[in-house]
């Protein structure tokens, strides 16, 4: 099974940005689609972005569209997200996840998990 892990995360000031990566081993991600999910203190995991095995179809969560943007390197193993104009609600843990079917909105159609990486925008 793919193993992932999430770097990049850190502290902001809102209208900054951050670039998150979520790097893959054991096996290819050329075969999975790929996504984001948050979670803050007290709430529930919540998506945030996906992407088709070829890189070629996104999907965003209203909440982050025009702001973020996932992107993936399959040569390099490795998905993206860049994340701007960051505001104080985009404060969570965000998980890198692999999908074994189609891309989709809900963490049940993902199989694989990283352990997050923590995103903190101050006002």
């Known amino acids: 099974q793919v193993q992932l892990v999430e770097s990049g995360g850190g502290l902001v000031q809102a209208g900054g940005s951050l670039r998150l990566s979520c790097a893959a081993s054991?096996?290819?991600?050329?075969?999975?689609?790929m996504g984001w999910f948050r979670q803050a203190p007290g709430k529930e995991r919540e998506f945030v972005a996906t992407?088709?095995?070829?890189?070629?179809?996104?999907d965003y969560a209203d909440s982050v569209k025009g702001r973020f943007t996932i992107s993936r390197d399959n040569a390099k193993n490795t998905v993206y997200l860049q994340m701007n104009s960051l505001k104080p609600e985009d404060t969570a843990l965000y998980y890198c996840?692999?999908?074994?079917?189609?891309?989709?909105?809900?963490?049940?159609?993902?199989?694989?998990w990283g352990q997050g990486t923590q995103v903190t925008v101050s006002s």
């Open positions: 996840a692999a999908a074994e079917q189609l891309l989709g909105r809900t963490a049940r159609q993902y199989d694989y």
């Open positions: 054991r096996r290819t991600i050329r075969t999975y689609a």
């Open positions: 992407i088709s095995r070829s890189g070629g179809r996104t």
